[in-house]
């Protein structure tokens, strides 16, 4: 790298400038530029304020967890058998997977339709580790786990809404 | 025995032999290998005070002793990183590595990876036998699984290894197969080899009649070579079998044996090319074993890449030609001194 | 630059002083420490320096793990140690603070960079309350210096940002300590000028900073004294501070050189030898051929390839390399070729304290392998030392046809000295021979031997001469493999002799001081500074004491059994167990008495004086 004191390009790695011997080492670790990469860094998932998660059986029938989903305005239901997450069951699974034959599939348990073994994170993860696992998995929500319990769930919106606060405080 | 290198003379494989007793079982396929390599040597033109042999510790190792070259006996796989140093510095010289399975799959298995990696200019001839002959008979990396001997009573149970797709998988760009009684073929990739600029490797089925005896009998015994040996010839299709009726064809990525006639003629067959620039072909080939695929022989790779003793040299020429011939005086004034009165 | 200002100050002159900086990796300690060393050898003390290097690669800022330090002691005459005990103490950061501040001499200056004892930084270093409030600094000369604040307000102006202006810190600490000891600026602004030359803005900071830091300490009241060491008498020549690795890597360059053969150096990374390698293979313009090897065996295996070639083979490593190597040196051994093994010491067993120095592989060199295997070994004394050691190894191994092995330490390769550069007329050549074709077609006898009992450097490409050699017993006049019982026998006792005979062949044992009395100091390697200045330190109060110093360990020089003979007690101190006092037991049945340490640090003077002076009484 080219050590910023005397220009001069030093193999990559060296602690010091092979010519003015100013140190290079800690150059080589990156820093948050900015203050909105350093809250992502160091808060948890806490700071966005998991909502309590719409909880239901694997034998619920499909039409009641549609109903439950529509009269509680969410998204996505967490699926909890003996206090373990076994699946996940969201809109989008809705139109994929019963689209226009939901009517037919009324009575079906959920569990035939649900995504198994969802993706879940800790409360103490920090924000950077869920933005990252939300966008490498594709994942709209995420339960959230204390203490191995199923605790809140967040979703992409909650990520929007914490970003967009932050970058509102950084700019004022 | 000429001193005088002015005029070449012409040399018989008389002269390489040594006046030390071979000490080899009799009957074994060391011999051949021997022989052989005496007999090409002479051909190559290069005065014998050239050649160093260098070897780690096995049966094969006890070559360097038989030849009158300069050799090196020296400890169990470490043959590549002796010739890798002696090379380097000796880059006029003509350097050949003899080893074994063991010598240089199992403790020099890492030596002789880096060596093919780098390219060095070196002539690599793994005897496989398929054992451990010199310490009576324990089993080897290229042992097959079930192999009974003194120290796997229950049958080895290690995936063996293949040494051609080892050097393959290093990018060896001269990489070939021969048999030890197959002395024509021998001679000819010996000679191949040792013509070859750049890490040179073979691999030669070499029989154990002591400690596993008929390892290789089917690619050697007259009533089943044909069938069970391809011989491997660039820009030629691979044709097989007493009557030579039957050929490898390329099933998507797979190899596949077919008859020939039946609506199969030598233009659907799988061509060598020893010069394609992608290992991959090479590879296949070394995957073609028995009982489901003919053995192929000869050369499967030989190609041309930089050479590390060529490259390690030129840089030091290119030091001389930027900083100067180095001298004492301007080292040490470098940088900063000072003076007491 | 000194300037005359109003405020007494008084001038106290001292024989030496001890200095260390220490800070955070980032905060250029290594900069200033090698500024100040080169400005006090360039002003004319004698100097002798210690770096002392964070444990962890890339530890984050401000960590304990990531401190970094740097120590020069300076004087008015030889000196031979980089000092004992601290007097100045610079701490860039709470975490520097708290992991050197017992180095310091109680009622030594401490000079602590107060921006940055912040509640981030106390905490790093696990300070409750901030000690440069209360009163937990009080047996010390505690100097607060706002320097991150000061040092950005000096080079206000020249456009740097923050973070630029920071890394322009270590030159006000730099600037600060050359009033207190009255150093010249010159040598670093002409330092400055040359290194920052290509960046006018940076230059100008980095100068400014080193005024405005000498300035603060003219001007603050808070600074009462200054101190002055006057120059050291030192022989008339031309100078260079060299480090004990540099000077090892030049040391064989000038060797090679000296006997017309080119370098091959074949070696694997490993603390602390890697700068061995570095520094060898900037000069290729020497034909200088190195080999970074797959692993350690490769290593040395290469060197045995390339020696027998006829190359001046080298390869150097620490202790677990040199385990490694063990089976390998076996075959150098028996094969009788020239090399070079270097093994730069460090903590052990086993991985040990990579970065700090031991003398614990003394055993190893001597008894490593299987077998009967002498193998002759050479130490370094000092840094400088290393620069002969490496020219007498090869005398050695080209002579008697052997490898031999350098043993320096952590200590002696990272510290640096002054060196006086010889006139190249002065080194000694080295001659060697490789045999030549025979003559009237007559055999070649690869065994023969001369009258040193070494065996014809025959290498491959000459005529007449083709020869195998391998690591099986090898019949005495024939050189062919041989399993002859008389014949072992007879091949064990004489590679044992060749060996032996090496002792008559250099310099008798001298010694510092009295030739008979009470006490002999006997030492060997990187302690010979600790102990050749405590026994001078108690001679000069009138003890009794001698010291001798080791530099061929094996063989043992011829005189040593007599001179041991010569006085009552030999007290011998080392950083092992008692290595080199159980090889005099045994050679000499001599009842030397040890003084152990294995703490990664070199002796301190006081601690050999005390046990001088216990056994004086």
């Not at chain 2, 001269?174 to 021998?186: G, P, Q, Y």
């Not at chain 3, 004698?46 to 770096?51: G, I, K, Q």
């Not at chain 3, 008389?486 to 008798?508: F, G, S, T, W």
């Amino acid at each position: 790298m080219n050590c910023p004191d005397c220009g001069f390009s030093n193999i990559e790695g060296v602690d010091e400038c092979d010519q003015c011997q100013q140190p290079l080492s800690p150059l080589t670790l990156s820093e948050p530029a900015s203050e909105l990469e350093r809250s992502i860094l160091t808060d948890r998932i806490d700071a966005l304020n998991p909502r309590e998660p719409l909880v239901v059986e694997p034998g619920a029938p499909v039409s009641l967890v549609l109903q439950l989903l529509v009269a509680h305005a969410v998204g996505c239901a967490v699926v909890v058998e003996d206090g373990e997450p076994v699946g996940i069951f969201s809109e989008r699974d809705a139109l994929l997977r019963l689209n226009v034959d939901a009517a037919e599939h009324g009575d079906r348990p959920i569990s035939d339709f649900m995504t198994p073994n969802p993706q879940t994170l800790d409360i103490e993860n920090k924000i950077a580790f869920a933005l990252q696992r939300m966008d490498a998995g594709g994942y709209r929500h995420v339960p959230i786990m204390t203490d191995g319990v199923v605790s809140g769930i967040i979703s992409v919106r909650d990520v929007l809404n914490y970003l967009s606060e932050k970058l509102v405080a950084q700019q004022s | 025995m000429s001193t005088d290198t002015s005029a070449l003379p012409v040399l018989t494989p008389q002269d390489f032999a040594s006046d030390q007793d071979v000490r080899w079982c009799p009957g074994c396929g060391d011999y051949s290998i021997l022989a052989q390599m005496k007999k090409i040597l002479p051909a190559t033109g290069i005065p014998r005070e050239k050649m160093v042999f260098v070897s780690g510790i096995g049966c094969s190792s006890r070559f360097p002793y038989y030849m009158n070259t300069y050799g090196i006996h020296s400890i169990h796989g470490r043959a590549p990183a002796i010739a890798t140093g002696l090379k380097a510095s000796r880059p006029d010289l003509t350097v050949w590595v003899i080893t074994g399975d063991g010598d240089g799959l199992s403790i020099g298995g890492n030596h002789l990876i880096h060596a093919i990696r780098r390219n060095l200019d070196v002539n690599i001839v793994l005897f496989n036998n398929r054992i451990y002959g010199l310490t009576k008979g324990q089993y080897s990396p290229t042992s097959p699984v079930g192999k009974v001997t003194k120290s796997t009573p229950s049958g080895a149970i290690d995936n063996p290894l293949y040494p051609l797709s080892i050097a393959i998988g290093c990018e060896g760009t001269f990489v070939a197969r021969s048999i030890d009684t197959n002395i024509k073929h021998l001679a000819a990739t010996l000679r191949r080899a040792s013509e070859h600029r750049g890490t040179a490797f073979i691999e030669v089925y070499q029989n154990c009649h002591v400690f596993n005896d008929g390892a290789f009998k089917y690619a050697t015994d007259r009533t089943t070579k044909a069938d069970c040996v391809v011989e491997l010839e660039h820009g030629k299709p691979l044709i097989f079998g007493a009557n030579r009726d039957k050929g490898i064809r390329l099933n998507g990525m797979e190899p596949e044996v077919v008859e020939l006639g039946k609506g199969i003629t030598e233009d659907d067959l799988l061509f060598h090319d020893e010069k394609a620039a992608e290992p991959s072909l090479a590879y296949l080939l070394s995957r073609m074993r028995q009982p489901d695929f003919p053995e192929p022989i000869g050369v499967y790779r030989a190609v041309d890449r930089p050479k590390y003793d060529e490259m390690l040299n030129d840089q030091i020429v290119e030091a001389r030609e930027k900083k100067g011939d180095g001298q004492l005086e301007t080292l040490f004034h470098s940088g900063d001194t000072w003076s007491v009165e | 630059m000194a300037t005359t200002t109003e405020t007494e100050k008084r001038i106290v002159e001292l024989e030496e002083a001890t200095v260390r900086f220490c800070g955070d990796s980032g905060d250029g300690m290594q900069l200033a420490g090698t500024q100040l060393t080169n400005t006090s050898a360039m002003f004319g003390n004698d100097v002798a320096t210690f770096p002392d290097y964070p444990a962890e690669i890339r530890a984050p800022r401000g960590t304990k793990a990531g401190v970094s330090g740097f120590q020069i002691h300076f004087a008015a005459r030889d000196i031979f140690t980089p000092g004992d005990r601290v007097d100045a103490l610079v701490a860039m950061n709470p975490a520097a603070l708290v992991t050197n501040l017992s180095d310091l001499v109680r009622g030594g200056i401490l000079i602590a960079n107060a921006n940055a004892f912040d509640k981030k930084g106390l905490q790093q270093a696990g300070y409750e309350a901030n000690p440069l409030e209360d009163d937990s600094l009080e047996s010390y000369q505690l100097f607060n210096v706002e320097m991150t604040k000061l040092t950005r307000a000096a080079v206000k102006g020249t456009g740097l940002s923050t973070k630029e202006s920071d890394r322009c810190r270590n030159f006000f600490a730099m600037g600060l300590i050359y009033w207190l000891y009255d150093r010249p600026l010159d040598p670093t602004l002409r330092y400055i000028e040359e290194k920052f030359g290509k960046r006018p803005a940076i230059a100008e900071a980095n100068r400014n900073a080193l005024v405005a830091g000498y300035n603060y300490g003219d001007t603050t009241e808070a600074f009462i004294s200054q101190y002055q060491i006057p120059k050291a008498k030192l022989a008339a020549g031309t100078y260079r501070n060299v480090t004990g690795n540099q000077a090892l890597a030049w040391g064989l360059i000038a060797a090679s050189k000296l006997s017309n053969i080119e370098i091959f150096f074949g070696s694997y990374p490993i603390t602390p030898a890697s700068d061995i390698l570095h520094e060898i293979t900037k000069h290729k313009n020497f034909g200088v051929r190195t080999f970074q090897a797959e692993d350690e065996i490769a290593a040395i295996t290469s060197t045995i390839g390339a020696a027998f070639g006829g190359a001046m083979a080298v390869t150097c490593s620490s202790g677990p390399g040199i385990a490694l190597k063990g089976e390998a040196l076996g075959l150098a051994v028996i094969l009788e070729l020239p090399m070079i093994i270097i093994n730069v010491q460090r903590g052990g067993p086993s991985t040990g304290l990579p970065t700090k120095t031991e003398q614990s592989d003394l055993f190893q060199a001597f008894y490593g392998r299987n077998g009967e295997c002498p193998l002759p070994v050479i130490a370094a004394s000092c840094p400088a030392d290393c620069f002969d050691v490496a020219q007498e190894a090869w005398r050695i191994a080209t002579k008697f046809m052997t490898p031999v092995m350098i043993l320096s330490d952590g200590y002696i390769a990272n510290g640096a000295e002054p060196w006086k550069i010889p006139e190249i007329d002065d080194l000694k050549p080295i001659s060697v021979e490789y045999a030549k074709s025979p003559k009237n077609g007559e055999p070649f006898l690869p065994y023969s031997r001369d009258e040193n009992l070494a065996r014809p450097w025959a290498i491959p490409g000459t005529p007449g001469l083709a020869h195998r050699i391998g690591g099986l017993e090898k019949d005495a006049l024939t050189g062919n493999v041989s399993y002859d019982a008389d014949n072992h026998q007879y091949m064990c006792e004489l590679r044992a002799k060749k060996i032996a005979k090496i002792a008559e062949d250099v310099p008798a044992q001298s010694v510092d001081g009295p030739t008979s009395g009470k006490l002999l100091i006997l030492s060997w390697g990187g302690t010979y500074g600790a102990c050749s200045t405590a026994a001078s330190q108690v001679r000069h109060q009138g003890g009794d004491v001698a010291h001798t110093h080791l530099r061929y360990l094996y063989p043992l020089p011829e005189n040593l059994g007599k001179l041991l003979g010569q006085y009552d007690t030999v007290l011998i101190p080392e950083l092992n167990l008692g290595q080199l006092r159980t090889v005099i037991r045994s050679e000499y049945l001599v009842d030397a008495i040890g003084l152990n340490k294995l703490k990664g640090k070199p002796f301190v003077v006081a601690e050999i004086v005390e046990k001088i002076e216990e056994l004086l009484a």
